[in-house]
């Protein structure tokens, strides 16, 4: 038998090559609603040869055979064949040439970048679109923004390795699984962080969906699974899942959770009830309910759209909005809009729509640690915004702010990221001085925002590692980013970490958020809930003020250990103490001459550092015994020496355990000798820097 077939592409070709898989005359191809799909989609990637191959194993049509099919009197085995798109011209003999020669490594190059992907087709006579991942649209013009789940899938073809961008697709076969058991399938395979062979066969999540149910009258093979089942089904694969009904959701919440949730890469399984329109393009009669796996969204110039992947029509198939108010619709539609299935023609035009989908509840499919679910965190999001705006309602009666308040608004989006790629971001953030001279005018400098010190402080902080991250812009302007720990529990104390991104426009915010906070302080028996966070958010507003010890860091150093310990400053494996320290909090009456009267001009013998409380601590410098004897080895700031000369005294940084590393150690060297005359007030004459005696 021949190895594989090569023709160029067209519909006819396709059909017909779908009947060589098994050189048997599968019905109604030609007219097949997904084979009419896949070949206009194909056509619109600008397909031009297909590659036919023979005896293909493909993994999940084995375990269906497995579970199932084995036991048919006239099946064709456990064999399928896999069919491949190029976007460039192939032949037979070019294909055995690039085959048989591995030296062509630029036609190899040009193979690849022409590669669409591939459709397995399974050995059964009607339902026999099994395993199809094909390249994504590119962007089409008037787009504003679009976002698209993908994985990498990595192709073998004899020896030829290949790859394509996509999320798996299959029909259903109606027999190991229905449409909800399909969508499930297509969103594990749309989870990147799941390995691929990993993923259950169609059959494995219909046993899954329909074990342990109780009260359950399915039975496999399946016909439909039910809300229960399907979720019954993500527990059984390790995935967390939240949910949502839709019944009364607008469709710009909808949209919204939609963006939010292909933003943070989770696909998500969506329930609806088919209505077909019919001939007066006004009435709706009800047809079944269906399942279908959301997997990206479009925002152009006239119009929003989701795609998804539809069993009964093909891969990222696009769903435009309707309003419901256009249709005669019975009692029991509560929500206002639909979803029409958008498909084209072999001529390229758009059909008029035959079907609506009514949504009905959202399932998203999340890693097993995703505890708060996006609807709290959109919670409290809302609530965020509907504080600002009742606070800047009043604060535009004063005419300082009201010009400057006039038509922006607080808005925000939302994704889950782990905390090592938001570390990376904010660590390469600039924030932007959007209106640096407005901070004077508009009276928020008594909202003090130290930006090096938030960056610091949160890149040394330990963080879960799934973060929901909430971006707030301001009249379009970058503000602040709300994290909240994905993995903590609704009545946890969610709110992680508030991320300055400008500077004026953080500031200001903050400043009318705190203002709010009185009166939700007042108010909050009454208005606190579960499902949203606005008292951790408000607690860690008031960390974003810098403290005390970011107050000491700034003035003296951050804290650093000793770089090294010297052997003869431990003894017995302790750091040896030494006995002739003396530590000061605030000023003493005594004079520096009196308190270290053994200071002389011929010997440097007296050492100081900065504690980590911003004590000065000073002590005799004997057999060696340096400044980790003096601090007992724990971090502390800046550090160094005191000599006497000519009846004064001088400091200097030289301690090479303490401030070798600092960059800044001249200005800290300036802050401790204002530190040094404040506690030695009758000294402060005498009490000088000695020059060029920064480190060492």
Not at 312 to 317: A, E, K
Not at 378 to 403: D, G, H, W, Y
Not at 411 to 439: N, S, V, W
Request: glycine share 4%.
């Amino acid at each position: 038998m021949i190895p594989f077939l090569v023709c160029q592409f067209g519909k006819s070709a396709l059909s017909n090559i779908i009947k060589e898989c098994f050189h048997s005359d599968f019905p109604d191809i030609y007219h097949k609603k997904q084979i009419d799909y896949i070949y206009r989609y194909l056509n619109d990637i600008k397909a031009k040869s297909i590659v036919l191959e023979f005896n293909y194993i493909d993994k999940d049509y084995l375990d269906d055979f497995s579970k199932f099919y084995v036991r048919r009197f006239s099946g064709d085995g456990h064999k399928c064949a896999r069919i491949h798109f190029f976007s460039e011209e192939l032949n037979h003999s070019e294909l055995n040439e690039i085959i048989d020669d591995s030296s062509l490594h630029d036609r190899l190059k040009n193979i690849q970048e022409a590669y669409l992907g591939f459709m397995v087709i399974k050995p059964l006579p009607k339902t026999f679109i099994g395993k199809t991942c094909l390249r994504r649209y590119d962007d089409a013009p008037g787009t504003i923004s679009r976002k698209v789940l993908s994985r990498t899938y990595k192709v073998n073809l004899f020896g030829l390795d290949l790859q394509v961008n996509s999320i798996a697709f299959q029909e259903q076969d109606k027999i190991v699984s229905a449409c909800a058991t399909t969508a499930i399938w297509s969103s594990l395979h749309a989870l990147n962080w799941r390995p691929i062979r990993d993923i259950s066969s169609c059959s494995q999540i219909t046993t899954n969906a329909i074990n342990f149910i109780e009260g359950s009258s399915n039975s496999f093979p399946s016909k439909e699974l039910s809300n229960k089942q399907i979720l019954r089904a993500l527990d059984v694969e390790g995935i967390k899942h939240h949910s949502d009904s839709l019944k009364t959701t607008l469709q710009e919440s909808f949209f919204q959770i939609v963006q939010f949730y292909v933003d943070s890469e989770i696909p998500l399984i969506l329930g609806a009830t088919v209505y077909k329109i019919e001939d007066d393009g006004k009435s709706l009669s009800k047809l079944a309910g269906h399942a279908v796996t959301v997997l990206g969204y479009k925002v152009s110039s006239d119009r929003e759209a989701i795609y998804l992947h539809d069993d009964r029509l093909g891969p990222f198939s696009r769903a435009s909005f309707t309003k419901l108010d256009d249709y005669s619709l019975s009692n029991e539609i509560t929500q206002k809009f639909g979803l029409i299935l958008q498909e084209k023609n072999d001529q390229n035009e758009w059909q008029k729509p035959h079907e609506i989908l009514i949504p009905e509840i959202i399932i998203a499919a999340t890693e097993q640690k995703v505890r708060i679910p996006l609807s709290d965190v959109r919670n409290t999001c809302r609530r965020i915004q509907a504080a600002f705006s009742s606070v800047c309602n009043v604060l535009k009666e004063a005419e300082q702010l009201k010009e400057f308040l006039q038509n922006r608004d607080l808005t925000y989006k939302i994704r889950l990221a782990e905390i090592g790629e938001i570390k990376r971001d904010f660590r390469a953030y600039q924030p932007l001085k959007y209106h640096p001279d407005l901070e004077e005018k508009y009276s928020v400098n008594s909202v003090t925002i130290s930006i090096d010190a938030q960056k610091k402080r949160f890149l040394t902080q330990s963080l879960a590692r799934l973060q929901w991250v909430a971006e707030f812009y301001w009249g379009g302007a970058p503000a602040f980013a709300m994290l909240v720990d994905a993995t903590d529990i609704p009545q946890g104390n969610a709110v992680s970490a508030i991320l300055p991104r400008g500077i004026f426009e953080t500031k200001l915010i903050l400043l009318i958020m705190r203002k709010f906070e009185e009166v939700y302080q007042k108010n909050r028996g009454a208005v606190e809930s579960s499902h949203y966070f606005l008292a951790s958010f408000f607690k860690k507003l008031r960390e974003q003020d810098l403290g005390l010890s970011d107050h000491l860091n700034k003035k003296y150093g951050d804290l650093r250990a000793p770089k090294y310990i010297k052997e003869e400053e431990v003894k017995n494996g302790f750091i040896q103490k030494n006995e002739h320290q003396k530590i000061y909090y605030d000023s003493v009456d005594g004079e520096l001459s009196v308190d270290f009267q053994e200071i002389s001009e011929s010997t440097s013998s007296l050492i100081w550092v900065i504690t980590h409380d911003g004590a000065l601590q000073i002590g005799k410098e004997t057999n060696k015994m340096g400044h980790p004897c003096l601090t007992g080895f724990k971090p502390a700031r800046i550090a160094g020496e005191i000599h006497k000369i000519g009846g004064k005294f001088f400091i200097n940084a030289k301690s090479g355990r303490y401030s070798s590393t600092y960059d800044n150690a001249d200005l800290l060297l300036e802050n401790a000798l204002s530190k040094f005359k404040s506690i030695f007030w009758k000294s402060r004459d005498q009490i000088f820097i000695l020059e060029n005696q920064i480190s060492g």
